[in-house]
């Protein structure tokens, strides 16, 4: 599929592994997480739609409910609260926002 990205952070993470942006430097620091980011960028980008990303147990593929209803997301990491949330269109999908939340789904650490 087509990946496109609404901010130029992402992408650059994407290419790069870093990024100057302060909403995602926390990120740059966690080496696993901006493989796991990279990782879970080039499975979208191989599968034909977002059915395929269902079977890739590890990425928790959802759509969003209540306020992020036109939205999706998958995990970056098994085992990580983690998400990339993303938009589907005709084109393919628009990435939006790594989400980095310890709230999500009640978690407790």
Known sequence: MNVIFKEAALEELYKTGTTKNHKYKIL????????????????MKGVRNTKDLKCISSLHYEKLKYQRESMSSIRILNGSIERLLFT??????????????????????
């Open 28 to 43: 740059c620091r966690n080496k696993k997480l901006v493989d796991g980011f990279a990782r879970a960028v080039d499975y």
């Open 88 to 109: 589907e269109t005709e084109d393919g999908i628009e990435v939006e926002l790594i989400e980095i939340d310890s709230t999500h789904y009640g978690n407790k650490k």
